[in-house]
T-cell receptor, first 115, second 113 residues
Framework: AQKITQTQPGMFVQEKEAVTLDCTYD???????LFWYKQPSSGEMIFLIY??????QNATEGRYSLNFQKARKSANLVISASQLGDSAMYFC????????????FGAGTRLTVKP | DSGVTQTPKHLITATGQRVTLRCSPR?????VYWYQQSLDQGLQFLIQ???????AKGNILERFSAQQFPDLHSELNLSSLELGDSALYFC????????????FGPGTRLTVL
């Protein structure tokens, strides 16, 4: 079954420190896409970062990087130099076969950045 | 701002009623996706349209329907509403159908009383 697992319901991090949000996935497809989205308390879903299954290098977007370990089927999000504005829900998602119309989302991790 | 617009932002209605949610994708995006986010079910894919044609269906109830118009905006119609339909409904768009990110609109929060 195609499934996304985020095992950390809540995480705390001190401002300016780095934090890793865990995500594991289950798919039998060789080709797939992995995504992270941020949902602040205002409700919108903000795209953060994308990794294709055939990408050899880990994706990076500013302070966000995706630690992709294909053999372990994990796609952890690393946020460096945390800011107060990073406090939000974070969702990991996968598109099995690469197709967006079958996107599966994890349950999310609520990150709180402490001043 | 993702470039995807959704109206209305909030909608309060009664059981048994019908509502229409509207979405305009980012300029140039041909694919539109609808999602439902509820506390108990999480974020679930409902339906996708590509350039006016239905492309895929997810966990969409028969009481729900959608369409994409020639100008690429999309509408999600919810009928015979039940209390359990109360949720945040997102529209998203993407430039391609695969291997690229979807950009989400701000959502429509539907409350069924």
């Amino acid at each position: 079954a195609q499934k996304i697992t985020q095992t950390q319901p809540g995480m705390f991090v001190q401002e300016k420190e780095a934090v890793t949000l865990d995500c594991t996935y289950d798919t039998s497809d060789q080709s797939y896409g992995l995504f992270w989205y941020k949902q602040p308390s205002s409700g919108e879903m903000i795209f953060l970062i994308y990794q294709g299954s055939y990408d050899e290098q880990n994706a990076t977007e500013g302070r966000y990087s995706l630690n992709f370990q294909k053999a372990r089927k994990s796609a952890n999000l690393v946020i460096s130099a945390s800011q107060l504005g990073d406090s939000a829900m974070y969702f990991c998602a996968m598109s099995p076969g690469g197709y967006n119309n079958d996107m599966r989302f994890g349950a999310g991790t609520r990150l709180t950045v402490k001043p | 701002d993702s470039g995807v617009t959704q109206t209305p932002k909030h909608l309060i209605t009664a059981t048994g009623q019908r509502v229409t949610l509207r979405c305009s994708p980012r300029s140039g995006d041909l694919s539109v996706y609808w999602y439902q986010q509820s506390l108990d079910q999480g974020l679930q894919f409902l339906i996708q349209y590509y350039n006016g044609e239905e492309r895929a269906k997810g966990n969409i109830l028969e009481r729900f329907s959608a369409q994409q118009f020639p100008d690429l905006h999309s509408e999600l119609n919810l009928s015979s509403l039940e209390l359990g339909d109360s949720a945040l409904y997102f529209c998203a768009s993407s430039a391609r159908e695969a291997f690229n990110e979807q950009f989400f609109g701000p959502g429509t929060r539907l409350t069924v009383l």
